[in-house]
């Protein structure tokens, strides 16, 4: 059983910045893809950026030149950079590790975009 765990999430006024990180129980390079997804009140829960086993990425077009997704091999986690944060930014946000059509979750950490 792989273990995700979240951490990073905060209250920031709009405009500013985050750091998400998604540490993993297993080498983060043994996985096809990893991702992260962000469930709003009453909302579905939806991608918000994409990183492959070989380094490709993929955003939500809302987040596009915000948010940066990234891994640090040395500490086995993989990051997202959130930036010129917004109100409707406001969510929990899940880490995802995918291994052939198994899919993993964190329990989530909460990001509140608010002044």
């Known amino acids: 059983q792989v273990q995700l765990e979240e951490s990073g999430g905060d209250l920031v006024q709009p405009g500013g910045s985050l750091r998400l990180s998604c540490a993993a129980s297993?080498?983060?390079?043994?996985?096809?893809?990893m991702g992260w997804y962000r469930q709003a009140p009453g909302k579905e829960r939806e991608l918000v950026a994409l990183?492959?086993?070989?380094?490709?990425?993929n955003y939500a077009d809302s987040v596009k030149g915000r948010f940066t997704i990234s891994r640090d091999k040395a500490k086995n986690t993989m990051n997202l950079q959130l930036n010129l944060l917004k109100p409707e930014d406001t969510a929990v946000y899940y880490c995802?590790?995918?291994?052939?059509?198994?899919?993993?979750w964190g329990q989530g950490t909460r990001v509140t975009v608010s002044s």
């Open positions: 990183i492959t086993l070989g380094g490709g990425t």
């Open positions: 297993r080498r983060i390079f043994s996985f096809n893809a």
């Open positions: 995802n590790a995918r291994e052939g059509y198994i899919d993993y």
